[in-house]
């Protein structure tokens, strides 16, 4: 039986390392094509990258003020109008040196597991 | 049963209970501060809404329309515990603390309606002593039940997270609200305590359906005061209009009269406007403030107004010009007025017939009658003397040759001066006579409220079924026949003849000799009367208590009995075997109490005695007694 603690901490470990990663995935998703954010979270939940939908609304306000993406109003047939995101050429930058690291890190994590 | 209110959310109204609303605002201000740090956090917060709106959407298009408390929680599971929402480069903000204290019923640690608790939390007091308190309240003049069910009512129970940190002072941080929503998933009401929420929720229900009901009796009273007013008007302007000039009159004034000294059509109409108009008005704020429904518009409430205006200058100016000559007018009906009534001469008997009539017979050297009354009433009067000497005065019931509103007929009043009478008949009218000198006079009354006769006769025979009778002064002999009646006798006399049926008979005075024959039901109260020589004869249920000095023959049936005075020698008749005959010895004006159940107390006429008896038994007296007290 694990105890409490225990628990609390291998849940954080989990949550540092979704998080850290969570903003890089958001972009692959976006870069692929003008996407709306529900979609987005639809593909990180099948991808078991994320619980909760909250979070997902401040990244990607700090990924558009950073300049990294950005959005344009659709008119949706069921509710509101909807924000479809897509990636500026900043982001696309950004994008790839992300790539680059997560080449780096992958790397070293298959090396370590060896 | 919840409490519902509508929200608006991402643009979209959604229908949600109330305690659910709270629980959804409590977790959006607690999101709104996680990510308070990000320079647009208004968009951010925009598109968390949006994004329930969009999920709460999906959710009342399969058929649910209320959002209810356990769908937010859903939604909260899915958008993240607020904690989720911190940023790990931004550092925890907890700088926006609110100590801010407020008293609220703590329902979690209740026994009734967590007033204890909650005025403990507040004043930080342990919460025995509080409760202690209370309980010794409840036993200075029963006050702290009042109290505590006014507290119930008007302090709010700490329903949401913020309520119920407010409550503790705790500060208001998103730290702590998350705590909370982590502790109320443990927390389930149990069952006793959710019977008590439900008992202050249907306490508070009543009330507000009591007040909702005060509220309907009186607008439903408006309503109705003034729809009746506006109905009432209308009927009575279009009569008027309608009877102007037929022959009708209005209290014994002639429409067509009124309409020849004043413009009737124009104070109709004007004093019709008056009047509606604001009654109108009124009618027309309370549907508005009732139903909250406009029925009025400015154009039409300005011309309404100006139209008002309008009627009430014409009405009052129409009222202050023409008031004199209506009264004027009214002053030749309406007076009453004494007229001498000519050549009525030669009778000795007088017969009336009519209700309306207080004939009042007085001896004088001549022949006069004279009337008193209004006019219209003084028309409907008719005489005339026949061939056997007798004044026949009657009195027609309605206004003749006239239809009449609103009038009811008046009385007119008789006055009758003659040196010789001999006959009275006397048919409704009311008969008054006093003061009269007589050898003989026969009088026969039916049907009328009130008979006096007063004078100084040798002989009168007096036959009545009238209300009430009342026969005084000098009368050697007097003959009575009555019939369903009251009859008051106070009188000397010689002989004292006293036929009653279905009376009572008040009797005072003294006579030598009395014959008394009493019938069906019958009471004689002669405490106040002496006679000699008596002869009684009490039938039926009839009974007697008067003073006796001489001899007295009596015949009693078993349903009547008397109670007697004075040292009268009784004989009694073959037929009263089983009468009752009391000796009273003594009798004590007593104070006068209603149902007093004591021995010897005897009512009469609304006055009390105490009757002393000797023989006789006490227990039949006291038997008897409560018959007659009964009875009278």
Redesign the interface.
Known sequence: MKTEEQEKTIENAQV?MR?GILEFAILLLISKGKIY??DILVRLKDANLV?????I??L???LR?SGLVNYTWEESK???PR?YYILTSKGGDFLKSCDSQWQILENAVHLFKK | MEKITTINLGGFAFTIEEVAYHNLKDYLESVRKKIGSDVDKNEVMTDIEMSIAEKLKEKTKQGKNIVTEKDVDELITIMGHPDDFEDSKNEKIDSDVKINKKLFRDTENSILGGVCSGLATYFDVELVLVRLAAFLLVFCNGIGIPAYILLWIIIPAAETKAQKLEMQGSPLTVAAIEKSFKESDNEKKTGYKKILSNIGKIFKRLLSISFKIFLFLINFSIIAATLLTIIGMTILVFVLIMYASSGYAIDNILISEIVKVMPFYLFLGSLFFAVVIPAFFLFAADIMIAFKRKILNMPVVIVLIVLWMIASIITATITIRYAPDIREKMNDIQYRQTIEIPSLENFNSISTNGRDLIISVSKGDKFSVSANGMKNDLDRVSYNVDEEKVLNISISEKVRDQKCLFCNSKIVRIAITTPNIETIKINGSDLNINKIVADKISIETSGSDYVTVNGTINTLDFKTNSTQSSITGDINNLNIIAEDSNVSIDINSENETLKLENTTLSLSGYAEKTFLDANKDSKINGLEFQTYDADIKLKKDSWLITRFENSMLTEIDETSGMFYMGEAKIKKSNNSPFATFSKITKITPYEYRKNLNEDNYFEFYGNAYRLDITNGSPEVFYEKRQLLVEKF
């Open positions: 540092q998080k954010a529900n619980v909760v939908e909250g979070t609304y401040p990607l306000s700090r003020n069921a509710g509101p924000k």
